[in-house]
């Protein structure tokens, strides 16, 4: 069965970097790109990027340009965010994405979500 | 703000049917496949609607969405209590390169 695990709660002060991972099992990982969404509490889902397993081309949400990079090695697809403050405080989740940029929000399987917490 | 609108809630008793919109423009819901997903309280989002309105097997035919124009609707037949939970559509933007989720919305089974 396809799955999606991620890698533990991060607590982070202001200014640092997080990297999440998202290992897969199930499908041929480079056959569907991978999204990465996040939902800070009690608020909505919001979309950061997409990459693509099968030759890593990326397409990143306007708001985190430059702060965001998303890579991938073998089965796995990873999720770094830089420059951290309160606001980036959320649940992150992958998610088994098409394989074409504008099918980066059709994700029919997701990770469990890992929390990240920024504070001083 | 997110460029796609849902209201913030609906209600119906059990039994009754509800619907939830979901309002963009042509660069997005207008020129794009449109995804619906039901989020339980501290749980991951689960794909309900993929392609504007195909079901992906295990969900439920009380489940059904439609798209005119720049907009999409999910319909709930049959209300139960389970499925007291936040519903977002989503789906690609053209003009910002990026996917776009709605502004979400929860059900209430009265």
């Known amino acids: 069965q396809v799955q999606l695990l991620q890698s533990g709660s991060e607590l982070k002060k202001p200014g640092a970097s997080v990297k999440v991972s998202c290992k897969t099992s199930g499908y041929v990982f480079t056959s569907y790109g991978i999204s990465w969404v996040r939902q800070a509490r009690g608020q909505g889902l919001e979309w950061l990027g997409w990459?693509?397993?099968?030759?890593?081309k990326t397409k990143f949400s306007q708001k985190f340009q430059g702060r965001v990079t998303m890579t991938t090695d073998t089965s796995t697809a990873y999720l770094v965010l830089k420059r951290l403050t309160s606001n980036d405080t959320a649940t992150y989740f992958c998610a088994r994405a098409g394989s074409s940029s504008w099918r980066a929000a059709s994700c029919d399987h997701w990770g469990q979500g890992t929390l990240v917490a920024v504070s001083p | 703000q997110s460029v796609l609108t849902q209201p913030p809630s609906v209600s119906a008793a059990p039994g009754q049917k509800v619907t939830i919109s979901c309002s963009g423009s042509?660069?997005?819901?207008?020129?794009?496949?449109v995804s619906w997903y039901q989020q339980f309280p501290g749980t991951a989002p689960k794909l309900l609607i993929d392609d504007d309105n195909q079901r992906p097997s295990g969900v439920p035919a009380r489940f059904s969405a439609s798209k005119s124009g720049a907009s999409a609707t999910l319909a709930i037949t049959g209300l139960q209590t389970g499925d007291e939970a936040d519903y977002y559509c989503a789906t690609w933007d053209n003009n910002l390169s990026a996917g776009v989720f709605g502004t979400g919305t929860k059900v209430t089974v009265l």
């Open positions: 990459i693509s397993t099968f030759n890593d």
């Open positions: 042509s660069s997005n819901i207008g020129d794009n496949y």
